[in-house]
């Protein structure tokens, strides 16, 4: 089969696959209502649709009143699909959709973006996996774990939060950098530095992780683009070229930066996280770090190892235990923050507030909340509740070995795939509380790292023994990577003659 027809069969094949996990999303959605920052993008999207403006105003009027807490892109692609699916086109409220006749109806923008996701992890473990065929087998592999895992979750699929937009927008952001490895144009660049620019409008956290992700590749280049060129500085096309992934970003995000700075005088993408994030992560660090390690242990780990080991028991959680109030904080944070700020007796802004009291906490206790990050990164680990505690510590094992392999070892391809995952789960460690639900979008890219590695043991368990596995060369065969494929049939050993058929031939 012709290279045309190879990547033909491809494409039709993830659409199809595609289409398939689109139309399974309606038999997940249901009437349940859409609350919390769901219903804020929710609203949002119908004041953008009646109105032409992104408001977070719970009734409908002729001019709501502008907005920008909420990250733009999930709200337009909500208030597009609000203007092309049939249901809409009749009259309908904000109430209809937030627990109404259209609530379950409303959902159904999730097929889109999890047809989204099918496609762009086909097209992820096409560049990663040279032949088409594995390529298509890790692809399905990597669906059906990650439908149970993850995509096919109430919280997940049933919500309109924004998990499924962005794990979408980091397999787009993920492929879009390993083809530019694979061929460092400025055209490649530029796709790049738009993926990443779209990524940080859907989950703001990501205009941070970006840029850290392209410094990652920025410095384990390898070392030859500094070599001598007659006449012309190599270090400027280097440089340059990964200038233009920054500057794409930057100008993808510019607009919407621009018109909050206009309208709110604010140059942000998103904001009102102070109070739920910072402050949470705040209140939760002044407690005993070694008791939470025992709160947000599994159950099987916390009465079989952290509790013997920390001296807590299920005792301490009850009102009165030790640890009573480490596990009603988060609860009870906005009386604890109202009864400071009394005694203070503050009179400005109390988001302000509380994210001053965040930043002092860290400049005053710069120890103690570096001591938290791992308790933190400990608490955030548990994202994969389906898999299991034993699978989902083995699965993120796996992913980390293979990050910090590649990063040891240079290897921008592994980086570009997995190095968007590795950044979102170290800033959860470090700036925020750690639910667990802000980890969910690395379940694909942890299950792709394991197949990713199976693969790996297979092509080095073809090497050290090729007689042993000579019945299954053509299943192992296809696994290598194309500059091995290629060069293998010259040097691969071949069975022992015996001397009658050596005197035979002679």
């Not at 391809?413 to 667990?436: D, E, Y």
Request: contains cysteine; glycine residues 6%; charged residues 15%.
């Amino acid at each position: 089969m012709s290279n045309k027809r190879k990547n033909l069969f491809y494409a039709a094949f993830a659409i199809v696959i595609a289409g398939v996990f689109a139309a399974v999303t309606f038999h997940y959605t249901t009437r349940n209502a859409i609350q919390k920052d769901a219903a804020q993008n929710t609203r949002a999207a119908y004041h953008l649709v009646h109105a032409g403006v992104i408001s977070l105003d719970k009734q409908a009027s002729e001019k709501p009143g502008p907005a920008m807490r909420r990250e733009p892109l999930p709200i337009v692609a909500t208030a597009g699909f609000l203007l092309v699916h049939p249901a809409f086109a009749q009259s309908y409220t904000i109430p209809d959709l937030l627990d109404g006749r259209l609530t379950q109806t409303v959902k159904g923008v999730n097929a889109f973006w999890r047809f989204l996701v099918v496609i762009f992890l086909f097209l992820l473990c096409r560049e990663l996996f040279p032949d088409w065929r594995v390529a298509i087998v890790m692809a399905l592999l990597c669906l059906i774990a990650s439908e149970s895992f993850f995509l096919s979750g109430p919280g997940i699929v049933d919500r309109m939060y924004t998990e499924l937009p962005e794990v979408a927008l980091m397999l787009l952001a993920s492929w879009s950098a390993v083809r530019f490895v694979h061929g460092k144009t400025k055209a490649r660049a530029l796709w790049l530095g738009v993926a990443l620019g779209l990524l940080a409008l859907c989950k703001a956290a990501f205009l941070y992780i970006g840029f850290g992700f392209i410094l990652l590749l920025f410095v384990t280049d390898r070392a030859e683009h500094f070599g001598s060129m007659p006449g012309k500085p190599a270090w400027r096309p280097f440089v340059l070229t990964y200038a233009v992934i920054a500057l794409a970003m930057f100008a993808t995000i510019a607009p919407w930066v621009a018109r909050n700075a206009t309208i709110f005088g604010k140059p942000q993408i998103a904001a009102g996280t102070d109070v739920t994030v910072l402050g949470t992560r705040m209140l939760l660090t002044e407690h005993t770090l070694l008791g939470q390690l025992y709160l947000y242990s599994p159950y099987a780990l916390k009465q079989r190892v952290f509790g013997p080991l920390t001296g807590y028991s299920e005792d301490d959680l009850k009102p009165g235990g030790r640890l009573a109030e480490t596990s009603t904080a988060k609860a009870n944070r906005s009386t604890t923050f109202d009864e400071r700020i009394e005694a203070e007796g503050y009179q400005g802004d109390r988001s302000a507030w509380v994210k001053g009291k965040a930043f002092n906490y860290v400049v005053e206790h710069p120890l103690r909340y570096v001591a938290s990050i791992p308790v933190f990164a400990y608490k955030g680990m548990w994202f994969m509740t389906r898999a299991g505690t034993l699978l989902n510590l083995l699965t993120l094992l796996c992913f980390f070995g293979v990050f910090f392999g590649a990063l040891f070892t240079r290897n921008q391809v592994l980086l570009a795939a997995f190095g968007l995952a590795a950044g979102l789960f170290s800033f959860i460690s470090i700036f925020t509380h750690a639910l667990t639900r802000y980890n969910q979008p690395m379940t694909p890219f942890v299950i792709l790292s394991v197949l990713w590695l199976f693969a790996a043991l297979a092509r080095a368990a073809y090497r050290r023994f090729p007689r042993v596995l000579a019945l299954v060369d053509p299943c192992l065969r296809v696994i290598q990577p194309a500059s091995e494929a290629n060069s293998s049939s010259q040097r691969r050993p071949t069975a022992p003659t015996s001397s009658a058929e050596t005197a035979s031939r002679a």
